[in-house]
């Protein structure tokens, strides 16, 4: 299934206008915190509007792989110490999310 240059080129212009509304709202950020204008507690609600980032991504979906992996071997391994390793893992991506 191909694109034609119409479609490409609209995809292009609707991520160039995300990326840059993106921006702008990244320099009125960082301009209201240089000028003291906003606070710890008015940039949370800000922060969870913003993406993860890739690396976080990553980081999220490895440690849920781990987390299955040490659910699946908890019969095999009546281990305590594994079962504490799981439950943090497991309230961590709940802490952060």
Do not use: W, Y
């Not at 160039?16 to 709202?25: A, F, R, T």
């Amino acid at each position: 299934m191909s694109l034609d240059k119409k479609e490409i080129i609209s995809a292009i212009n609707t991520s160039v206008k995300e990326l840059q509304q993106g921006i702008d709202m990244h320099c009125c950020l960082v301009r209201s915190i240089l000028e003291g204008q906003i606070d710890d507690r008015d940039l949370k609600p800000l922060l969870e509007l913003c993406p993860k980032r890739s690396r976080e991504l990553v980081l999220e979906k490895v440690i849920k792989e781990a987390i299955e992996e040490l659910e699946e071997s908890r019969k095999a391994f009546k281990s305590k110490r594994l079962e504490a390793l799981r439950k943090k893992l497991t309230q961590t991506l709940i802490d952060t999310n």
